[in-house]
T-cell receptor, first 118, second 110 residues
Framework: GAVVSQHPSWVICKSGTSVKIECRSL??????MFWYRQFPKQSLMLMAT?????????EQGVEKDKFLINHASLTLSTLTVTSAHPEDSSFYIC??????????????FGPGTRLTVT | KQEVTQIPAALSVPEGENLVLNCSFT??????LQWFRQDPGKGLTSLLL?????REQTSGRLNASLDKSSGRSTLYIAASQPGDSATYLC?????????FGSGTKLNVKP
């Protein structure tokens, strides 16, 4: 149980275009999902917290107009990278908090999406 | 802001050795700490989750300990195998935000 999927697993796009990444909790409902990015040989950095039915909360330094997050249902959150540039090339990973509420619950991570902007 | 540090950054050992990976964090007000494994170009695999009220967790050859007051956790791997080669990340949960360390890249030589 507690499986999180991401789609696509990798994507190549041209500079200036927009790319949408989906994050789905397959066998549980996730009121809260998280988006991270990881540059080569670096650790994961939290970009934003996505709450179902409300606006996402962005970490300091993350451009909310560039990285649009939509959490329209309890099993789906999407990250859209708008007007992508080569510096947006990165590994994007989402996670979903286990059901039941509270802060002590485990997060389950998706397999990640590798974005390359040419 | 929570800062998480992992030492060493890289480790190369012969097969069969027992080894310890270290993780330290600056803010002890955590809800839990989680150890992950990441293979190159892949996502995260959760290894162990330790709640703030717990001292340790075990799974197979892995044992993780937590000393919240001193801001430290260790991951002990017994009888290492080449298949254990990967990057190991620790992450602390502060108010429902996970802060990751930079990882320890482990290479177990046959």
């Amino acid at each position: 149980g507690a499986v999180v999927s991401q789609h696509p697993s990798w994507v190549i796009c041209k500079s200036g275009t927009s790319v949408k990444i989906e994050c789905r909790s397959l066998d549980f409902q996730a009121t809260t999902m998280f988006w991270y990015r990881q540059f080569p040989k670096q650790s994961l950095m939290l970009m934003a917290t996505s709450n179902e039915g409300s606006k996402a909360t962005y970490e300091q330094g993350v451009e909310k107009d560039k990285f649009l997050i939509n959490h329209a249902s309890l099993t789906l959150s999407t990250l859209t990278v708008t007007s992508a540039h080569p510096e947006d090339s990165s590994f994007y990973i989402c996670s979903a908090r286990a059901p039941g509420g509270g802060y002590s619950y485990e997060q389950y991570f998706g397999p990640g999406t590798r974005l390359t902007v040419t | 802001k929570q800062e998480v540090t992992q030492i060493p950054a890289a480790l190369s050992v012969p097969e069969g050795e027992n080894l310890v990976l270290n993780c330290s964090f600056t803010d002890s007000a955590i809800y839990n700490l989680q150890w992950f494994r990441q293979d190159p170009g892949k996502g995260l695999t959760s290894l162990l989750l330790i709640q703030s009220s717990q001292r340790e967790q075990t799974s197979g050859r892995l044992n993780a300990s937590l000393d919240k007051s001193s801001g430290r956790s260790t991951l002990y791997i017994a009888a290492s195998q080449p298949g254990d080669s990967a990057t190991y990340l620790c992450a602390v949960n502060n108010f429902n935000k996970f802060y990751f360390g930079s990882g320890t890249k482990l290479n177990v030589k046959p």
